[in-house]
């Protein structure tokens, strides 16, 4: 069946580094392309970074760019999000997303908290 693992979350001072992963199976990974989300208590939640099928074309949030990096592995059917310069307020679960035409998976999450 279709899975999304996502791994790599946890408590991080500010400042600091993290590096999630999205591990992908029971689907054509190199068809889709990915993205990372990530919803704060009480907030909606918001897209981060998307990445195309090869991996040539990134998009960023503005809030993340120039601190954080997506990247993909599609023979690994993985997916990155390299976190620098975290901030207490990008505190979040952080999902990744797979999407292809009008299909969508999305995997469980990953807590993110960034404090001292």
């Known amino acids: 069946q279709v899975q999304l693992v996502e791994s790599g979350g946890g408590l991080v001072q500010p400042g600091g580094s993290l590096r999630l992963s999205c591990a992908a199976s029971g689907f054509a990974f190199s068809n889709y392309s990915m993205s990372w989300y990530r919803q704060a208590p009480g907030k909606e939640r918001e897209v981060v970074a998307q990445?195309?099928?090869?991996?040539?074309?990134?998009n960023y949030a503005d809030s993340v760019r120039d601190r954080f990096t997506i990247s993909r592995d599609n023979a690994k059917n993985m997916v990155f999000l390299q976190m620098n310069s975290l901030k207490p307020e990008e505190t979040a679960v952080y999902y990744c997303?797979?999407?292809?035409?009008?299909?969508?998976?999305w995997g469980q999450g990953t807590q993110v908290t960034v404090s001292s």
């Open positions: 990445i195309s099928t090869t991996g040539e074309i990134t």
């Open positions: 997303k797979a999407r292809w035409r009008n299909h969508e998976h």
